[in-house]
């Protein structure tokens, strides 16, 4: 037993390993690209800080450096950050401290200022957690079974993250300020070549790749006519070949029912219409804000 | 890209990330928010790598870095290791512009 579970932690902590590395040569490559693109020093090294998103880094710089506007590279970063939202959602209870309550024994013994501690370290710990929720520490944290080992996974492969993350950038930057003639070196070609490395995965499913396949031709039909940075915006107009197959289905069948139901109105006025009980409240629900 | 950009960038991806600590038990996502987010991020990625692969300002690129993002894309379905994608690209847009080719 003892075995299995040191065996089980070792493989974890080889996969982390993995997993920062591979991020480490990605932040490389931003630090590199961003720099010798003609960027200075310190915004990379601001933006892995700061934001600490490796996509959005990169496609937010891609946006300057095609000659974008700062305001349409943070609207290209924040759309893709967006799926931090479910993912923050998915870890909440992982960024919790480990409770280790010593059941309610004696409740006047708790002083106000301990209870004040813990809440204290308890927003501590949420606020710095979520900043390390990334893609790789989600998928970390949520292959776990049992709590404490989510816990252990997500905050491990987070901060080990940040730190690779951060020092990958620094190097990156020092080695792509060396280099004067990027374009000479390829480089230019190096930034889609992360951009598609980083995309791949996700391509597996049919959707997906269908709403990026559409994205891209419009991006590209767009740059001759748009400010740059916008067609990249433009290009989230993809999403809609997600809705093709369903909406008119959707639409067919109610428009259908609907006719059916004004011939029965239309023949015997005494039918109940059922029709809209049913359909009403399927229709109106699943805000967001639920409660 | 200016400093106020970074901060504004890191602002709001931050409150992405604090959302579901802060709200865990009052926020649900319907699984169609979720899938539209994750395609949104990955029809970018996508969209910028079709363009910076083969634009510059309003018009193409040349042939040399499109040629480097091709073997790229090829060698990332083949699931080569990301460096040896990287190197490729450059590589290939390299020899290619040494060769002649803008």
Redesign the interface.
């Known amino acids: 037993m003892r075995s299995l579970w040191r065996t089980t932690e070792s493989a974890l902590l080889r996969d982390v390993a993995l997993v920062c590395l591979a991020d480490a040569l990605v932040g490389a490559a931003f630090g590199a690209t961003s720099v010798a693109g003609g960027l200075p020093w310190w915004v990379p090294v601001a933006m892995s800080l700061l934001v600490f998103a490796g996509g959005s880094q990169i496609a937010a710089v891609g946006v300057v450096l095609s000659g974008g506007s700062p305001l349409a590279a943070v609207a290209a970063g924040a759309v893709l950050n967006a799926r931090l939202l479910p993912y923050g959602l998915a870890v909440a209870d992982v960024i919790e401290p480990a409770v280790v309550e010593p059941a309610v024994v004696e409740p006047a013994v708790v002083e106000p200022a301990d209870v004040g501690r813990r809440v204290g370290r308890r927003w501590l710990t949420r606020l710095i957690g979520a900043h390390v929720v990334t893609d790789e520490s989600v998928a970390f944290a949520l292959r776990q079974a049992d709590p404490a080992r989510r816990r252990a996974a997500f905050w491990m492969c987070g901060l080990t993250l940040f730190v690779a993350w951060n020092v990958a950038v620094v190097l990156g930057v020092l080695a792509g300020s060396l280099i004067k003639n990027t374009n000479a070196f390829g480089l230019d070609a190096a930034f889609p070549a992360v951009l598609i490395a980083l995309a791949l995965p996700a391509l597996a499913d049919r959707r997906p790749r269908l709403a990026a396949g559409t994205g891209a031709v419009i991006a590209v039909a767009l740059t001759p006519v748009l400010p740059a940075g916008l067609p990249v915006l433009a290009a989230l107009g993809g999403l809609a070949t997600d809705w093709r197959p369903r909406r008119p289905l959707a639409r067919r069948r109610l428009t259908r029912r609907r006719l059916t139901r004004r011939r029965l109105t239309r023949r015997e006025r005494t039918v109940p219409r059922r029709d809209d009980a049913v359909l009403a409240p399927s229709q109106t629900e699943q805000p967001i804000g639920e409660r | 890209?200016?400093?106020?950009?970074?901060?504004?960038?890191?602002g709001?991806?931050?409150g992405?990330?604090?959302?579901?600590?802060?709200c865990?038990d009052?926020?649900?996502?319907?699984p169609a928010?979720?899938?539209?987010?994750?395609?949104?991020?990955?029809?970018?990625?996508?969209?910028?790598?079709?363009?910076?692969?083969?634009?510059?300002?309003?018009?193409f690129?040349g042939w040399?870095?499109p040629?480097?993002?091709g073997v790229?894309?090829v060698l990332?379905?083949r699931r080569a290791p990301?460096?040896v994608?990287?190197l490729?690209?450059?590589?290939?847009?390299?020899?290619l512009?040494?060769a002649g080719l803008p």
Request: hydrophobic share 60%; with cysteine.
């Open positions: 890209m200016p400093l106020t950009a970074i901060v504004a960038l890191a709001i991806t931050y992405f990330r604090l959302v579901g600590p802060l865990r009052r926020v649900t996502l319907p928010a979720q899938r539209l987010f994750t395609d949104g991020a990955t029809v970018l990625l996508i969209a910028l790598a079709a363009t910076s692969a083969l634009t510059a300002g309003h018009g690129a040399a870095r040629a480097g993002a790229a894309a990332a379905a990301f460096p994608i990287v490729a690209a450059a590589c290939t847009t390299a020899l512009r040494l």
